[in-house]
């Protein structure tokens, strides 16, 4: 390839910004992860499983009624009607219960654990990548700033190069220069949007990234 060639650097992906907060994102997040979700109905089961075992140690209360519709049927000891209440408690049974009532408590904290852990951990991914899509903006934004001041430096030794003031080389040098500084503008522009599939990936709402491309209300 010449030289002296004119490179034109383009593309159709425009800057788009995006106002999720951090704090919605991570609630998003962990509304929509499937295996929290999974955690959470084990986290359920366990209560239940603790509200049984501990309905163990309360009294059992039973109530019956009987009425005879016919009482010709009757010997002479037989009520026609009765009602009754008993009430019965398991005073002793060799701490077996309260073995399984530690159990099911034990099972509890270690669910507990595992969701707190798994929340701990969506919030470390989306923060990650919420930090990674400001880095790469950020530098999107100020490489911006270096291509005006690499076109003006253009600008400027190709008339120093017109009047005889400079070489051909300085504008080569200073050409390559601004060159680099759009390319580096396009490939900060991929580290944007590549973060920001992520993160809506992570969130569970990938679709999103499509209205943001688009440039559609959020």
Do not use: C
Not at 1 to 8: G, V
Not at 41 to 51: A, G, I, R, V
Request: negative net charge; without cysteine.
């Amino acid at each position: 390839m010449d030289l002296s060639e004119k490179i034109e650097v383009e593309d159709s992906l425009p800057f788009h910004e995006f106002n999720d907060s951090i704090e919605l994102l991570i609630s998003e997040a962990k509304n929509e992860n499937n295996i929290l979700q999974l955690i959470e109905l084990k986290e359920q089961q366990t209560e239940q499983k603790y509200n049984v075992e501990r309905s163990t140690f309360l009294p059992s209360v039973a109530a019956f009624g009987k009425y005879e519709l016919y009482p010709e049927y009757l010997s002479a000891l037989e009520p026609r009607w009765a009602v009754g209440l008993t009430l019965s408690v398991n005073l002793f049974n060799g701490l077996r219960d309260y073995a399984k009532l530690q159990a099911a408590d034990y099972l509890i904290e270690e669910v507990n654990a595992i969701k707190k852990n798994f929340e701990d951990k969506i919030s470390l991914l989306v923060n990650k990548n919420y930090k990674d899509i400001m880095n790469s903006k950020e530098k999107f934004i100020r490489n911006n700033f270096t291509i005006s001041l690499a076109a003006e430096n253009l600008r400027l030794n190709e008339k120093r190069f017109e009047t005889g003031l400079g070489t051909s080389l300085e504008v080569v040098d200073v050409n390559l220069a601004y060159e680099k500084s759009m390319i580096d503008s396009k490939s900060y522009l991929f580290d944007y949007y590549s973060n920001l599939t992520e993160l809506y990936t992570t969130v569970g709402n990938p679709q999103k990234v499509i209205s943001i491309l688009k440039n559609k209300e959020q």
